[in-house]
């Protein structure tokens, strides 16, 4: 039998060595992504044998792909007891194309997949974000160029610590009234895993960082490791008035902090045309596509 508990920081050592030893830059991997939106997913993990568990609600409960290297058949079989026991359909989420193959070499013809394109995560080369190169990203440069025009001498980028992460909560409030957060519970649920990132950033063994104009914090952004080669974008947010300030903390972010990395991941676009484009417009080497597994009926 499974015992789940919520998630807390006490887990993430365990956490870490169990995602340690899996292939892939997911966010399901990436516990500070994790953390930071359990209170809207209530995701629970769970510790037997040579697996973690992980459960979360979407509404519905749903399983992810467990980590570990023992018998995955067995490991689906606890899962699936797992439901039996709640009463509610086995479901998982969140599978790559190369977990898909691994559930389907265990347990031949059991589930059915589905794609969900909306869960899909965007990777990118480092070295693009960083320099920005070629025709692909002239509108992004012309961006920037603008906006070191406009606010030369104006502008400086900070890494976010203690002593200035007031002012990017300052930030995030006037975000949230001037984008009415208050009747968005999408936009509420996001405020609270902002601020579980924020401020718990050492916990989680994330940074962040800032740009400001004329003093005041314009942009902010916040990110932690995928394995040993992959920064996860957490969370990015800007003033959009502030034209060019979302390609200046993107691009000044990975020059801090994606020196000896490989990849981005800016996590996915959850359906949204606009957040699509924009994700597209930033070139990604993969795209990484999800799958939700169900029973398959007889």
Request: aromatic share 12%; charged share 30%; hydrophobic share 40%.
């Amino acid at each position: 039998m499974l015992e789940f508990a919520p998630i807390e920081l006490e887990h993430k050592p365990e956490f870490d060595a169990f995602s340690g030893r899996c292939e892939g830059r997911v966010t399901e991997h990436s516990f500070a992504s994790l953390y930071a939106w359990a209170p809207r997913f209530k995701t629970e993990l769970c510790r037997k044998g040579d697996f973690l568990y992980l459960r979360t609600q979407t509404p519905q409960t749903v399983f992810l792909m467990p980590m570990g290297a023992g018998d995955l058949s067995d490991a689906l079989d606890e899962m699936e007891a797992d439901a039996k026991r709640l009463s509610i359909p086995f479901q998982m989420r969140g599978l790559t194309q190369e977990m898909v193959r691994r559930v389907e070499a265990a347990r031949p013809d059991r589930y059915v997949f589905t794609e969900r394109r909306d869960q899909a995560d965007y990777l990118y080369a480092v070295s693009d974000l960083r320099d920005l190169s070629g025709r692909g990203y002239h509108a992004k440069r012309n961006f920037i160029a603008r906006f070191e025009s406009q606010y030369a001498g104006r502008w400086q980028y900070e890494d976010i610590t203690k002593g200035n992460l007031n002012d990017v909560w300052a930030f995030q409030d006037k975000w949230c009234r001037k984008n009415d957060c208050a009747s968005s519970i999408t936009l509420q649920e996001e405020s609270t895993a902002i601020a579980m990132l924020l401020y718990n950033l050492d916990a989680l063994d994330a940074f962040g960082g800032l740009l400001r104009v004329d003093g005041a914090v314009t942009a902010f952004t916040v990110g932690s490791m995928i394995g040993r080669d992959t920064l996860d974008v957490n969370i990015e947010k800007a003033d959009y008035d502030v034209v060019g300030s979302y390609p200046m903390i993107n691009r000044a972010f990975v020059r801090r902090r994606c020196e000896e990395l490989s990849y981005v991941n800016r996590e996915e676009d959850m359906g949204l045309e606009g957040l699509r484009r924009a994700k597209l417009s930033y070139r990604p080497v993969e795209i990484i596509l999800k799958y939700d597994a169900a029973l398959r009926e007889v």
